[in-house]
Protein backbone atom coordinates (compact mmCIF):
# COMPACT_ATOMS: atom_id res chain seq x y z
CA UNK A 1 0.00 0.00 0.00
CA UNK A 2 2.82 2.69 0.95
CA UNK A 3 4.09 1.44 -2.78
CA UNK A 4 0.95 2.80 -4.44
CA UNK A 5 1.14 6.13 -2.23
CA UNK A 6 3.97 7.11 -3.40
CA UNK A 7 3.25 6.40 -7.00
CA UNK A 8 0.75 8.47 -6.72
CA UNK A 9 2.35 11.28 -5.04
CA UNK A 10 5.46 10.97 -7.62
CA UNK A 11 3.37 11.06 -10.19
CA UNK A 12 0.81 14.42 -9.28
CA UNK A 13 4.30 15.74 -9.09
CA UNK A 14 5.12 14.90 -12.05
CA UNK A 15 1.90 15.81 -13.69
CA UNK A 16 1.93 19.27 -11.77
CA UNK A 17 5.31 19.70 -13.59
CA UNK A 18 3.94 18.93 -16.66
CA UNK A 19 1.19 21.53 -16.48
CA UNK A 20 2.94 24.28 -15.32
CA UNK A 21 5.35 24.39 -17.79
CA UNK A 22 3.60 23.27 -20.61
CA UNK A 23 1.57 26.75 -19.76
CA UNK A 24 4.79 28.69 -20.78
CA UNK A 25 5.03 27.69 -24.20
CA UNK A 26 3.06 29.79 -25.91
CA UNK A 27 5.07 33.15 -25.67
CA UNK A 28 8.33 31.04 -26.43
CA UNK A 29 6.62 29.53 -29.64
CA UNK A 30 5.31 32.87 -30.41
CA UNK A 31 9.09 34.55 -30.46
CA UNK A 32 10.38 31.65 -32.33
CA UNK A 33 7.95 32.62 -34.93
CA UNK A 34 9.16 36.19 -35.11
CA UNK A 35 12.87 34.86 -35.43
CA UNK A 36 12.28 32.63 -38.25
CA UNK A 37 11.71 35.53 -40.86
CA UNK A 38 14.82 37.38 -38.78
CA UNK A 39 16.71 34.48 -39.48
CA UNK A 40 15.86 34.32 -43.12
CA UNK A 41 16.03 37.71 -43.60
CA UNK A 42 19.61 37.29 -42.44
CA UNK A 43 20.56 35.16 -44.96
CA UNK A 44 19.10 37.03 -47.56
CA UNK A 45 16.07 33.75 -48.12
CA UNK A 46 14.22 36.36 -48.29
CA UNK A 47 13.66 40.19 -49.48
CA UNK A 48 13.13 43.15 -47.19
CA UNK A 49 9.31 43.15 -48.26
CA UNK A 50 8.73 39.91 -47.60
CA UNK A 51 10.34 40.61 -44.03
CA UNK A 52 8.06 42.97 -43.43
CA UNK A 53 4.74 41.10 -44.47
CA UNK A 54 5.92 38.58 -42.39
CA UNK A 55 6.53 40.45 -39.26
CA UNK A 56 3.50 42.39 -40.02
CA UNK A 57 1.27 39.44 -40.17
CA UNK A 58 2.91 38.06 -36.37
CA UNK A 59 2.36 41.36 -34.36
Known sequence: M???FWALVIGGIVWLVRVVTAGGTGA???SRAKAIPEERFARGEISE???RRMRKELQ
Open 28 to 30: TEH
Open 2 to 4: MLV
Open 49 to 51: EEF
